[in-house]
């Protein structure tokens, strides 16, 4: 069997210098950057919102009729 430092340790350490390296060339976004983003965020969610409304809106009746409720 290989020598656990190559199957523990040599993965932790390549991980975590890359972690570091990731976390060295991220920058915090500037004011406009980050309305951009807010922006594109909330669209999504409506968009998301809407359609789960019309789903919800179109299987009640559907429901209704297979169901046979009253």
Not at 18 to 33: D, H, T
Request: overall charge positive; hydrophobic content about 50%.
């Amino acid at each position: 069997m290989s020598n656990p430092n190559e199957l523990i340790v040599v993965p932790l350490r390549k991980f975590y210098k890359e972690s570091l390296n990731l976390v060295r060339k991220c920058k915090k976004p500037n004011r406009k950057e980050f309305m951009v983003i807010a922006r594109a965020t909330s669209v999504g969610f409506l968009i998301m919102g809407f359609v789960g409304f019309f789903v919800k809106l179109v299987h009640i009746p559907i429901n209704n009729i297979i169901v046979g409720g009253i």
